[in-house]
């Protein structure tokens, strides 16, 4: 879908959602071909992913200008639970990932955002596999999979709501756009770098 046509869609999540669907699909399709839940190397390389997109993200969520227009939003951020994933299942701390510096663009955080909270309503079959299959649980190695306590769904339509609200330019919702398309490029890379084809 063109950017423009995106941006004829009622609600920024939507949009966000219509901008995204087809490199989420071919993500989601990704990730399961390398076997994610085929043993614990696979997961702990999956873990690898979910820290690097997590610590390139945790600034976002800190961040007091982002506070304002997503409310509660420091309270979403799961970089905490992924560190301690990773060492419940590799006994060790993932490598730090090389830190960004340059200035936070609002409307492309959004983006980002966006890609990061959404990753969470897919975590549930995940948590489910990952319980069944390698024996992890909401407290160990799959901690950052778990759903908020109100409910993943509810969760998502707090943050979705705030999302929708925010007031921005058109040009501005164009970098939304293009935030999640980074995002989802970003970990597709990823992805590519760390887990390989099963
Ligand atoms: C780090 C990797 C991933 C990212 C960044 C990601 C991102 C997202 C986003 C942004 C959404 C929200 C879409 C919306 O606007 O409704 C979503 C939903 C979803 N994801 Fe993923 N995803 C990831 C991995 C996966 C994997 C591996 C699967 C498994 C097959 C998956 C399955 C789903 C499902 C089923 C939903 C929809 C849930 C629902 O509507 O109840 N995702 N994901």
Redesign the pocket.
Known sequence: MTAEAVLAEPGR?MR??LG?HAT?EK??KR??SADPFGGLDRYAAFLR??HA?HSRVDRYYLDPQLEALLPGLSTRRRLDSVLKDFEDVSGELPVPAVEVDEPVDVPTALGWL???E??N??AA??LKTATKTLGLSETFGARHLVGHSDGRALHWRNFTAALDAVSLQPEEDVRAVEGARQ??AF?YDLVEREMPLA
Do not use: E, K
Request: cysteine-free; proline content about 0%.
């Open positions: 999540a966000l959602r995204t989420h993500l989601d990730i399961m992913v979910q997109l966006y890609v990061v959404g990753s309503l897919g079959i995940l995002a989802f970990v």
